[in-house]
């Protein structure tokens, strides 16, 4: 069953021991303007998938992110967010992974749930047989024929 949480209200996500940030719902809204953000448009086509991910979830991240704590300056100071320190917060690797489990993969589990559909009664897979016997069945038949 989808729960639907009609607060939409922000949530905090922990990302990293004493790190924590306060994100949007992951929203349609959200995810339509990251895919046109021009940091995503930029982007280009010979990128890899890796590169693609990261320009994407850094633009999400900019847009997504409320407040945080844990996070501060080269000094120790606590800093607020802003693009740049989302950005180099993200240049973490533990941290853009934890986003990606926590926030991101959340929204696309439900997108991979979509696309899986069972087997259609009377499309190409009704009534379909195995092609493989294993050996020990051909053996058997072999012998016998």
């Known amino acids: 069953m989808l729960t639907l949480d009609l607060t939409n209200a922000p949530r905090w996500h922990d990302l990293a021991p004493g790190v924590r940030v306060q994100l949007r719902p992951l929203t349609t809204a959200l995810m339509v303007a990251t895919r046109s953000d021009p940091a995503v448009e930029a982007v280009p086509e010979e990128a ?3 590169e693609r991910a990261v320009a994407f ?3 999400l991240a900019r847009r997504a992110v409320l407040a945080w704590d844990g996070i501060g300056d080269a ?3 606590p800093i607020d967010p802003s ?3 989302i950005d180099a917060l993200l240049d973490i690797w533990p941290v853009f992974e ?3 489990l926590t926030y991101v993969s959340k929204g696309l589990l439900l997108e991979q749930e979509k696309n899986a559909s069972a087997l ?3 499309g190409p897979s009704a ?3 195995a092609t493989a016997t294993p050996a020990k069945r051909r ?3 072999a012998r016998r024929g």
């Open 48 to 50: 890899s998938d890796e």
């Open 57 to 59: 979830a850094k633009a």
């Open 75 to 77: 000094d120790g100071n």
């Open 83 to 85: 693009p740049e320190a």
């Open 98 to 100: 934890a986003f990606q």
């Open 120 to 122: 259609s009664p009377n």
């Open 127 to 129: 009534g379909a047989s």
């Open 139 to 141: 053996a058997k038949t």
